[in-house]
């Protein structure tokens, strides 16, 4: 079984880059959008006529192709539950930094603005599970082409950080998407446009994995919507307590936080140490926990495997996003949605849904300390960073927020 990480690289095809010219005369830049945590959908594909079959025996043996496990809640109807589990669920390679499916299982992307537009195809699931749609729309009637000089980047949300190193991995795919698109367009820079996790894999890429020369050449701008730089306690309350992650209930407790627990992409997004200080997340009868007390947390809950990875992708300051990127950076983000943050609980187990959730402002997703993070980098370096909060615009919501999509536009289609 190939590692995910490798599947994406060989499958993300992009056409040629043909078109560059505004119906006006005028210069469009590429442009590739990025998507986020659960932002890219995810398809797999298995075989258990040779593998160990899964526990459930009526589970189909063998796929006929490939089929779209993320989002479809098809796949969470009585009787298929654990069949999605057994085909989503991932499994660490400390030593490889591999996230790897159960054997016999196969799983990739869906590659193209096509698959970036919503992440469930059912067009009565859209209004809740809409992506780029919007933006993608307004950026071609401005004159781009969809899969030439406007490009898909998703990326699978579930892989922890330490993955997107590895050779053949997203940090090298997304070298060289940036790379082909500049020398298609007859060396235009490129304007990336990000939401939500995907502006934390750009911000470590462009900090880890390129250098200064590199992003001067081939960087026009970063367009941060909803960044979450660092971390947020939705995440943790996610993997620690059984919930929906707000799912339809269909879906069932047990079996969402039984696949998140095994995610390192969800463990990376836990509130930063390093920034958080005293600030309490979680707390018991016992006492209190702030970010530097997850692990405790982790340890109480008998989560081993997310402990693991906390150690592996948190604990350690290289897979930080806080540091300034050194390009020029629209950072944009709502703000004074009540964001449940802190979480009391009336046991040290924290399996139990806690008695009280206490709300602070951010994106209904993101705590705001996490969201305005950028605002650091103005002093940090010395490419200029425009720092936009709009009121009462949610995590998702500010994808279809009107002045956000113009500004897009304008900033795509503006030389500079």
């Not at 989503?88 to 799983?107: A, D, F, M, Q, W």
């Amino acid at each position: 079984m190939k590692p995910l990480w490798a599947l994406a690289a060989a499958c993300c095809i992009f056409a040629p880059l043909v078109a560059n010219k505004r119906p006006d005369g005028g210069q469009l830049k590429p442009v590739i959008l990025v998507t986020s945590l659960a932002g890219a959908q995810i398809y797999a594909k298995w075989n258990f006529t040779s593998a160990p079959f899964p526990e459930h025996w009526y589970c189909f043996k063998e796929s006929c192709c490939w089929h779209q496990v993320w989002m479809n809640l098809d796949w969470f109807a009585p009787f298929q539950k654990s069949c999605w589990l057994s085909l989503v669920k991932l499994y660490r390679n400390s030593s490889s930094h591999t996230y790897n499916s159960i054997e016999g299982v196969t799983t990739g992307v869906g590659n193209g603005t096509e698959n970036i537009r919503f992440v469930d195809k059912d067009p009565l699931l859209h209004n809740d599970t809409y992506v780029y749609d919007q933006i993608i729309d307004a950026l071609v009637a401005a004159g781009y082409t969809e899969n030439d000089n406007l490009i898909a980047f998703p990326f699978d949300w579930r892989i922890g950080p330490d993955a997107y190193f590895n050779p053949g991995g997203y940090f090298e795919l997304f070298q060289s998407t940036i790379e082909s698109a500049f020398v298609r367009s007859g060396s235009k820079k490129i304007l990336i446009v990000g939401e939500s996790m995907g502006n934390a894999l750009t911000n470590l890429f462009l900090n880890q994995f390129v250098d200064q020369p590199w992003k001067d050449k081939y960087i026009d701008a970063w367009i941060s919507m909803s960044g979450i730089y660092a971390g947020a306690g939705i995440p943790l309350y996610s993997t620690v307590t059984l919930n929906t992650y707000s799912l339809p209930s269909i879906v069932g407790k047990e079996t969402i936080t039984s696949a998140l627990r095994t995610f390192g992409g969800i463990v990376w997004l836990f509130p930063d140490p390093g920034y958080w200080g005293d600030y309490v997340f979680m707390s018991t009868p016992a006492g209190n926990y702030t970010a530097k007390d997850v692990p405790s947390v982790l340890q109480k809950a008998n989560l081993t495997v997310s402990l693991e990875m906390y150690n592996a992708v948190v604990a350690p300051e290289r897979y930080s996003v806080r540091a300034a990127p050194n390009v020029t950076v629209y950072c944009w983000h709502g703000t004074d949605v009540p964001t449940r943050n802190y979480f009391e609980y009336d046991n040290d187990s924290f399996q139990n849904d806690p008695t009280t959730v206490y709300n602070v402002s951010g994106d209904g997703s993101v705590p705001l300390g996490s969201l305005e993070v950028c605002k650091n980098w103005t002093a940090a370096q010395s490419y200029p960073v425009y720092y936009k909060s709009l009121p009462n615009v949610t995590h998702q919501g500010i994808l279809h927020e009107a002045t956000v999509i113009d500004d897009i536009v304008a900033l795509a289609t503006t030389q500079t």
